[in-house]
C-alpha cells in the first residue's frame, strides 16, 4: 500500500519568515494531494491541494509543488502568522477503487511573534 | 447546515465494555470515513462508506464495526473495548470519494481503562 513520510516533525519559525514542509510518497499511480491543518483540539481543515496533473498551485499565502518523478510534494507557507501556528498533515490518494487517503505523521509549526 | 456532527465529544470506558459513535452529516454527501488519531501517528482510516448502503474496511479495522443507517448517518461501534483504542476518532464525508476535500466532525476523545 501507500506509504507517506512527512518531515519535519517539528518546525518553529519567526513571525514574517517562510515555511516548508516536505512529503513523500511511495505509489507512483497516485493522483491527489491533499493539505490538512489542524489547530490545538480542533479538527482537521482542508488548506490546499494538488492533483497529478498540475506541478504547483497557489492560494494567497500557501502554495504546493508536486514532484511527480520524485515522488515528493510540499506545502510553503509564506509571511508567517502566529495564526499559523498547528499541525500540518500531508496525505496522498492513489485511487484505483480504493477509499484510502493515506496521511503522513504531521508537522508542528510553531510561529514565533 | 451543522456539517458533520459527532457525538459524544469523550467517553472513558472500562476494558470489555461496549459503545457506539455516532456521526451525521447534513451536506447531502455520499461518502463518509471512521479515522482514529494517535500522537505522532497521523490519521488512519478504520471503515469507509462510499455510498448508501455499502461499507469496507479500512487500515485498521480490527476490533470496530460500523453501520450506515442512511445516507446521513455512519456510526461506529466498539464490542469489546481495549486499552490500545484509547485515541481520538473523527468521522468524515465526501460527495463521492477521498479524493476531494474531507469535511470532518469535531472528534471524540475515548479512554479505555
Known amino acids: 500500500g501507500e506509504n507517506v513520510e512527512q518531515h519535519p516533525s517539528t518546525l518553529s519559525v519567526q513571525e514574517g519568515d517562510s515555511a516548508v514542509i516536505k512529503c513523500t510518497y511511495s505509489d507512483s499511480a497516485s493522483n491527489y494531494f491533499p493539505w490538512y491543518k489542524q489547530e490545538l483540539g480542533k479538527r482537521p481543515q482542508l488548506i490546499i491541494d494538488?492533483?497529478?496533473?498540475?506541478g504547483e498551485k497557489k492560494d494567497q499565502r500557501i502554495a504546493v509543488t508536486l514532484n511527480k518523478t520524485a515522488k515528493h510534494f510540499s506545502l510553503h507557507i509564506t509571511e508567517t502568522q502566529p495564526e499559523d501556528s498547528a499541525v500540518y498533515f500531508c496525505?496522498?490518494?492513489?485511487?484505483?477503487?480504493?477509499?484510502?487517503?493515506?496521511f503522513g505523521k504531521g508537522t508542528k509549526l510553531s510561529v514565533i511573534p | 447546515n451543522a456539517g458533520v456532527t459527532q457525538t459524544p465529544k469523550f467517553q472513558v470506558l472500562k476494558t470489555g465494555q461496549s459503545m457506539t459513535l455516532q456521526c451525521a452529516q447534513d451536506m447531502n454527501h455520499n461518502s463518509m470515513y471512521w479515522y482514529r488519531q494517535d500522537p505522532g501517528m497521523g490519521l488512519r482510516l478504520i471503515y469507509y462508506s462510499a455510498s448508501e448502503g455499502t461499507t469496507d474496511k479500512g487500515e485498521v479495522p480490527n476490533g470496530y464495526n460500523v453501520s450506515r443507517l442512511n445516507k446521513r448517518e455512519f456510526s461506529l461501534r466498539l464490542e469489546s473495548a481495549a486499552p490500545s483504542q484509547t485515541s481520538v476518532y473523527f468521522c468524515a464525508s465526501s460527495w463521492t470519494g477521498p479524493n476531494e476535500k474531507l469535511f470532518f466532525g469535531s472528534g471524540t476523545q475515548l479512554s479505555v481503562l
Open positions: 496525505a496522498a490518494y492513489s485511487g484505483a477503487g480504493s477509499y484510502q487517503l493515506t
Open positions: 494538488i492533483r497529478s496533473n498540475v
